[in-house]
Each structure stands twice: as C-alpha cells, then as structure tokens.
C-alpha cells in the first residue's frame, strides 16, 4: 500500500501562538532550499557555492529573528544544525566538514556577512548589534573571455575564482555547451575592471566577446493546465497527471509553488517530484530560454496509478505542465533596468539629456550641487554600452556617471 499524504498542518510548521519546537535537519533543508530558489531563482543543480552561502544566510537570519534572536545556546544549536546540513545534502561532505572542524562562528561569519548579522560584530553579548544588510545583487551583464594563450587557462580559472571570492557581485562560469568561460557583473566598466586586473596582477593576457546583456522572462497571464505523462520507457510503464495554474506576480516577487491539492493519494515523494519538476522548469522560459521571475505556479490536481505512477513520471508531468502553460501565459521578455546618476556642469546639460533620450531613458530628478548638476535616469542596461565614451564627447570629458542595477521591465 502506498502510504498516502498526511494532510494535517505538520508540527514542524510555525503556527500563531505555537511554542516552536527544536528544527530538525529536512525542515531546515527545505527552508535553505527555498531561500535559494525564492531570493536567487536558482536550483541546486545551476547554484553556485556563494549561491549557497547566501541563501544559508537567509535561513540564519529568518531563524535567529524568529526563536534565536536572544538566546545564544540555541542559535549556536541552531548553527550547527545548519552546518551539519550543509556538510551532508548541499556543499558536500569535504566542504561541510571542514565548516565543522574550523568552528562554526568562524566560518558562518562568512556566510551571514552580507546580512550584517552580530556574529562577526563586536558588542557586548547582552546587548548584540543588529547591523543594516548590505545588498548584493545578482550580475546583470556577461560576456566571454578566453586566454590568448591556451597554456593560461588554468591561471585564467584560478584567476577568476580568486576575483569571484573577493567581489560578490562578480561570477564566473564555463558554459556546458560551448565550453566558453563567461564573466558576470555589474556593467560594462565593472567588467573592463575586471579583465584589466586579470592581466596586472595575474599576468594573463585575454581574448574579450561582446558583452551580451542578462535577460529575464515571466508571464502576463493567469492560465490553467493539465499534463498528462504516459509512456513506456525500457519496458516498463510510466504514468502520471498534474493540472496546475501559473499566475503572474508583481517585480520582485521571485518565484513561488502552492500546493492546494486536496487528493488525499498524493504522498509526499509524488509532491517533492512534482516542486523539482517545476522548480527546473523555472530556469528556462518559453521565449528564449531564460529563467523566468515572479511567476506563481499553483498545484491543482494529480491523476495516479496504483501500478504505473512513479517520482519520475511526475516530476517529468509537472515540468511538461509548466512549459506548455507559461507558453499560453502570454510570456514577455524582461530586460534589466540600470539606475544611473550623471554629473556634469551645467552648460552641457543639454547634450546629455539629449544623449539619454536616445537611449529610451526616463529622466527621474535633476539637482544642482554648486556648479555641478546631478541627473538620476533609469536606462535599459543594452542602450548603456559605451556610454562612458559618449558622456566625454558630449561634456568635453568633464561628465562622470555612477550605475547601479534597479529592476527587470518589459523590453
């Protein structure tokens, strides 16, 4: 017999007026995982390790907030629960143990530093200091890089990972397909910064692409849909049905899944296989293949075989169920929105507003510091390439600019 879903609230669930109880190490798994998927829309199999630093660290902040905030004992109980988890399901076990054996204060600092959490601040243990969290955000403009040479691609990784390490808004990878190393960041000049240190102080000569901008993809519409998965895979019978519903959801939101399946056959393995399911499908969109944000996918309904339903049929269900309803959903393509200040003196402001709008900016204020005046605009990241070479020309050199990612928008 097929041990069915307990549809009772589980006890490890906080509850209004509830005494929290000890977490265990799955109810801590999950809350890391979802942080992870919520706040970086990644998933175990595209996160990097800072990627799961960070989203260790919102699981330390949301708990220390709620139970373990004045209690030292527990939060460092607490700590080390996390700790463990990371040594057993998330970093690996060589990773995780050395967490353990090189103190867990230590190496949690690490993780929470972004936060501004006390436990890399000095103060007095009676009175711990809440610092302001400090906002990292995710790249928002990559290109790709290669040595000129190709003995250097080793020195040219090791490069990389010692850049990465340093600046948190800075990331690397090598694309599986084509084998090219791309670099992430900021902008443009954040990117020049970065190969230029690449050959002073690593003294590795690189090849540059043009930088191509990251996109993003979500849905305009609520649509439901049902997916039926039935097939024979080496002999053996695969079945499973999912009906969910996708909804969009205001910028900024990330992504969520909702379970409100009532089918009391629906045990937990066919539930966990059907969030992986949509949880992948997050990370390629309908238009172009980027992940796709602030998108709700709502779980309405399953069909089950006694004989044939499998973890995999449904997880393979729920993905097909996803696609086919976001490629109803009216899916639109997102592009990054940059927040720029400009400052030049006051006789040029006319070119530079003129140079704005041409790129498609929305000037937002104007204010005057002395005989300098600041212009804040909000631009499209992709009309911002070689601006700082046009801001020179138009200002005679004396206009400077600072940019900052602010939001995805319709392109």
Known sequence: MRKKRNLTPSPSVRQDNDVRTEPGVEEIKQSVLGNLHVHLAKTPQTATQNDWYTALSYTVRDRMIQQWIQTTQNFTEDITVVAYLSSEFL??????????????????????????????????????????????????????????????????????????????????????????????GMGELHLEVIVGRIKREFYVDTNQGKPQVVYRETVMQVVKHEELFQKELAGQQHFAGVKIEISPLSRGSGNQFVDRCEDPELNEEFLNAIREGIEDAFGS???????????????????????????????????????????????????????????????????????????????????????????????????????????????????????????????
């Open 91 to 184: 970093l690996g076990p060589q990773l995780g143990n050395n967490l353990i054996n090189l103190g867990i204060y230590d190496k949690f600092a690490q993780a929470t530093k972004q936060l501004g959490l006390h436990l890399d601040t000095l103060c007095d243990q009676e009175k711990p200091i809440l610092l302001e969290p400090i906002q990292i955000n995710e790249p928002v403009i990559s290109m790709a890089v290669e040595p000129k040479i190709v003995q250097d691609q080793d020195r040219l990784i090791d490069a990389l990972g010692k850049l990465s390490d340093e600046d948190p808004t800075f990331k690397f990878r090598i694309d599986e397909e084509t084998g090219q190393t791309i670099i992430s």
């Open 285 to 411: 969109g309908p238009l172009m293949g980027y992940p796709l944000i602030d998108v709700k996918a709502t779980l309405l309904g399953v069909k089950i075989s006694e004989m044939y339903s499998n973890e995999m049929a449904f997880r393979v269900a729920a993905s097909m169920a996803f696609q086919k309803a976001c490629e109803k959903a009216n899916p639109i393509l997102l592009e990054p929105i940059m927040s720029a200040e400009i400052m030049m003196p006051e006789e040029f402001m006319g070119e530079v507003i003129s140079d704005l709008n041409t790129r498609q900016s929305k000037i937002e204020q104007i204010t005057s510091k002395g005989t300098v005046q600041v212009l804040t605009a909000s631009v499209p990241l992709s009309k911002m390439f070689g601006y700082s070479t046009s801001l020179r020309s138009v200002s005679q050199g004396r206009g400077t600019f600072t940019m900052q990612f602010s939001h995805y928008d319709k392109t």
